[in-house]
């Protein structure tokens, strides 16, 4: 019976009663690459196929939706800081909801730190000092680029081509730790 008691424990305290791990790296293009793979998963949803399209279809439409992530984790939509015209507020929110939904079900916060911001902080080793709020920049350049680059011509494609570039996105390999003094 105490052994049962134990494991128990033990599985309950590795599970982070917390919540989410949060996970630290100083690459900030890695950042980028990850939150345009978020942006780009909420487009494959199909409500939101016709949106996808028109920034796949036309290079020249950019969308960029800024959020805030705050010290509990909890993403906050600022503004869309560019947009096509034919996107509404609706559209914007739509998509907002179901990045926010994503990144709730993750287990895993990416936070960027700066070199600096780890040196001031390495002798007190304040890891509140690091989940401070930041400002997240969801991007549509990258999967964009992407896209474009493979040369992919149909709709099918370039879904085919996008789905692949998120899943390598996703399972990159970054310099990145959970202690965040082992990224100096």
């Known amino acids: 019976m105490k052994k049962i008691v134990v494991l128990l424990l033990i599985v309950v305290l590795s599970i982070n009663i917390n919540g989410k791990t949060h996970v630290y790296t100083c690459s900030d293009w890695a950042l980028s690459d990850w939150m345009s793979a978020h942006l780009a ?9 016709n949106l996808l399209f028109t920034l796949l279809d036309n290079q ?3 969308l960029v ?15 869309a800081s560019r947009k096509p015209h034919s996107f509404t507020d ?5 998509i907002f909801q179901s990045i926010k939904n994503d990144f709730a079900k993750s287990d895993t916060v990416l936070r960027l730190v700066s070199y600096e ?5 390495k002798e007190k080793k304040d890891y509140d000092y690091l989940n401070q709020r ?5 991007n549509s350049y990258f999967f964009q680029r992407a896209v474009k680059e493979s040369g992919a011509k149909t709709h099918d ?5 996008l789905k692949e570039w998120i899943d390598k996105v996703m399972n990159q390999s970054i ?10």
């Open 41 to 49: 998963l909420a487009l494959l949803e199909e409500r939101n196929r």
């Open 117 to 121: 911001a780890l040196y001031l902080t």
């Open 157 to 161: 494609e370039k879904i085919k081509v």
């Open 65 to 79: 939706v800024v959020m805030s992530l705050s010290p509990d984790d909890e993403l906050i939509m600022v503004n």
């Open 175 to 184: 310099r990145a730790s959970t202690d965040p003094w082992k990224l100096l």
């Open 90 to 94: 609706e559209n914007i929110n739509s």
């Open 134 to 138: 930041q400002l997240l920049p969801f």
């Open 60 to 62: 020249n439409n950019r």
